[in-house]
């Protein structure tokens, strides 16, 4: 049995084109894996640790090999706990809207929580950094308003899925699968709709090999 975490950086719910579309990709995994737990992570309801004051500063205790005050003890336990509900899973989808180009700022402080040396990186004089998540397949689902596709001026635009693959890849993840909405705002709410409509199709197809 594997254990399937759905990440929802959207605070619009159903109306959330990217949830939409990762919602449908959830109900098709569950009709092909039934016995597989699905964990759903929403970064706008959750309450995550600031990684901030004490917290910076644990980080920096660890790396320089000294030891913890009790406030930074405590501070670094919240860090470690979003770390481990992380690396506890098998697989991963990851619901995304572009936010003023890149990404919402709940999401963000979510990888800075994630992103440790020693938990979801190592670096060595020799190797360099490497990534310690690996071997587990992520889904990511984007939706912008309008359209940022490759080889087009509105590429240079899109600092949402260059910064979410270039950070999932640098803490080990290969297997990283794209589906993206757009747009869902510039055509209109019709051709919002058949944005979406085509890109549920290809979230169910997905997940009978994910």
Same mark, same amino acid.
């Not at 509900?85 to 402080?109: E, G, H, T």
């Not at 979801?120 to 939706?143: C, H, I, M, N, R």
């Not at 600092?159 to 890849?169: A, P, T």
């Given at each position: 049995?594997?254990?399937?975490?759905?990440?929802? @950086?959207?605070?619009?719910?159903?109306? &959330?084109? &990217?949830?939409?579309? @990762?919602?449908?990709?959830? =109900?098709?995994?569950?009709?092909?894996?039934?016995?597989?737990?699905?964990?759903?992570?929403?970064?706008?309801?959750?309450?995550?640790?600031?990684?901030?004051?004490?917290?910076?500063?644990?980080?920096?205790?660890?790396?320089?090999?000294?030891?913890?005050?009790? =406030?930074?003890?405590?501070?670094?336990?919240? /860090?470690?706990?979003?770390?481990? *509900?992380?690396?506890? @899973?098998?697989?991963?989808?990851?619901?995304?809207?572009?936010?003023?180009?890149? $990404?919402?700022?709940?999401?963000? *402080?979510?990888?800075? $929580?994630?992103?440790?040396?020693?938990?979801?990186?190592?670096?060595?004089?020799?190797?360099?950094?490497?990534?310690?998540?690996?071997?587990?397949?992520?889904? /990511?689902?984007?939706?912008?308003? &309008?359209?940022?596709?490759?080889?087009?001026?509105?590429?240079?635009?899109?600092? *949402? &899925?260059?910064?979410? =693959?270039?950070?999932?890849?640098?803490?080990?993840?290969?297997?990283?699968?794209?589906? /993206?909405?757009?747009?869902?705002?510039?055509?209109?709410?019709?051709?919002?709709?058949?944005? /979406?409509?085509?890109?549920?199709?290809?979230?169910?197809?997905?997940?009978?090999?994910?």
């Amino acid at each position: 049995m594997s254990k399937l975490l759905y990440i929802q @950086a959207s605070p619009r719910g159903e109306r &959330s084109k &990217s949830n939409t579309v @990762a919602n449908a990709f959830v =109900e098709a995994y569950k009709q092909v894996h039934p016995q597989d737990s699905i964990e759903k992570l929403n970064l706008f309801s959750t309450n995550l640790p600031a990684f901030d004051g004490f917290a910076v500063q644990a980080k920096y205790t660890i790396m320089h090999g000294k030891s913890h005050s009790d =406030e930074e003890l405590a501070a670094w336990k919240a /860090v470690e706990k979003v770390i481990e *509900q992380f690396k506890s @899973a098998d697989k991963y989808v990851l619901s995304v809207p572009m936010w003023n180009f890149s $990404i919402p700022y709940r999401l963000k *402080q979510y990888i800075d $929580i994630l992103v440790q040396p020693g938990y979801t990186f190592s670096f060595d004089a020799e190797k360099g950094y490497q990534g310690l998540v690996k071997d587990k397949p992520l889904l /990511v689902v984007y939706a912008r308003g &309008s359209e940022y596709k490759k080889g087009t001026e509105g590429e240079s635009f899109d600092l *949402q &899925s260059k910064y979410v =693959e270039m950070i999932l890849g640098f803490i080990g993840f290969t297997d990283i699968k794209t589906i /993206v909405v757009e747009p869902t705002l510039q055509g209109g709410p019709d051709i919002a709709q058949q944005k /979406v409509d085509a890109a549920i199709g290809k979230a169910e197809q997905l997940a009978l090999s994910f």
